[in-house]
C-alpha cells in the first residue's frame, strides 16, 4: 500500500468536507464571524443528519461568556499555582523540588482542561432546520437531540439584564402540553434564533394542513382500458365478484 501520498490524501479530504460545507451553508451567514472555518467544519458534520429537501435555516452557539466562565476559575487556580511555584523556587532549597514538580504538573493538567472546555463549547451547536431543531454536542462521542417543528407549541425567552446588554438569553421549547422539550441555557442572539424557529413553524404547518390532490379524472380510452383489465382479472378469477364490482365503480366514478 502505497503511503507516500497520504498526506495529500487526507488534505484533499479535508478540503472535499470544507467546501461542501461552505456550498451549503446558508448564504447570509457567509462572510459573517459565524462562517469561521470551525463553524463550517461542523456543518460537514450535521449535512449528514440532514434529510431529503431538509436546510439549515440558521445555526447559533451558547454565548462567549459560558466558555470564559470556565476560563475566570480556572485561571485563577492556574495563577495561585503559578505564584507558589515561584515563592518555593525563590525562597526554598532543593528539598521542595518535588512540591515544585507537583505543581508544574496540576498547572499542565488545568491548561489541558481549558483546552478541553474549549473543544466542547467550539463543538456545541444549535440548528434550526426548516423541519426541527437539532442539538449537537461533544467532542469523540458525539450527542445529538432533535425536536420537530411541527410539536413546538410555544417559545418562551428569558433574557436578564445583562443579558439583554450582551445579546445572550434561555430559549425553552414548549409542546402542545406545556412541557418542555429543550431548554437551551446563554444562547447567543436568543432573539434571532426564536424568530427563525417560529418562522420555520409557520412555513411548516400549511404543508402539513394541506389536503392531498384529488386524483386526475380518467378520459373515456383510459377507463375503457382499465376496465377491460379488470375484466380480464375476473375472468381469471384472479379478482373476486365484490372486488370487481367496488373497482369498476371507482374508476366509473373518475370518468
Not at 134 to 162: A, M, W, Y
Request: proline share 4%; aromatic share 10%; with cysteine.
Amino acid at each position: 500500500m502505497e503511503l507516500g501520498n497520504f498526506p495529500a490524501r487526507i488534505e484533499g479530504f479535508a478540503c472535499r468536507q470544507f467546501f461542501d460545507a461552505a456550498i451549503e451553508w446558508p448564504v447570509q451567514y457567509r462572510g459573517s464571524s459565524s462562517g469561521s472555518p470551525a463553524i463550517i467544519f461542523a456543518m460537514a458534520y450535521i449535512r449528514h443528519l440532514l434529510g431529503t429537501d431538509e436546510k439549515v435555516l440558521i445555526q447559533a452557539k451558547r454565548h462567549i461568556f459560558v466558555l470564559l466562565g470556565h476560563f475566570v476559575k480556572e485561571f485563577l487556580v492556574l495563577a495561585a499555582l503559578i505564584a507558589g511555584w515561584i515563592v518555593i523556587q525563590r525562597y526554598t532549597g532543593p528539598e521542595f523540588f518535588w512540591i515544585k514538580l507537583a505543581i508544574a504538573a496540576i498547572a499542565l493538567l488545568l491548561v489541558v482542561s481549558m483546552l478541553f472546555d474549549w473543544l466542547r463549547w467550539n463543538n456545541e451547536a444549535f440548528y434550526i432546520t426548516n423541519r426541527r431543531v437539532i442539538h449537537t454536542s461533544g467532542v469523540l462521542n458525539k450527542r445529538v437531540l432533535d425536536s420537530s417543528i411541527s410539536k413546538i407549541n410555544d417559545v418562551i425567552t428569558e433574557q436578564s439584564f445583562f443579558g439583554r446588554i450582551f445579546n445572550y438569553g434561555t430559549i425553552k421549547i414548549l409542546t402542545a402540553t406545556e412541557e418542555v422539550i429543550n431548554s437551551v441555557d446563554k444562547i447567543a442572539n436568543p432573539l434571532e434564533f426564536k424568530k427563525a424557529m417560529l418562522g420555520a413553524k409557520a412555513n411548516l404547518e400549511p404543508m402539513i394542513g394541506a389536503t392531498p390532490p384529488a386524483p386526475a379524472p380518467l378520459t373515456p380510452t383510459s377507463s375503457a382500458q382499465l376496465l377491460e383489465e379488470l375484466t380480464r382479472l375476473k375472468e381469471k378469477q384472479l379478482i373476486t365478484e365484490e372486488e370487481y364490482n367496488e373497482k369498476r365503480k371507482e374508476i366509473l366514478k373518475r370518468i
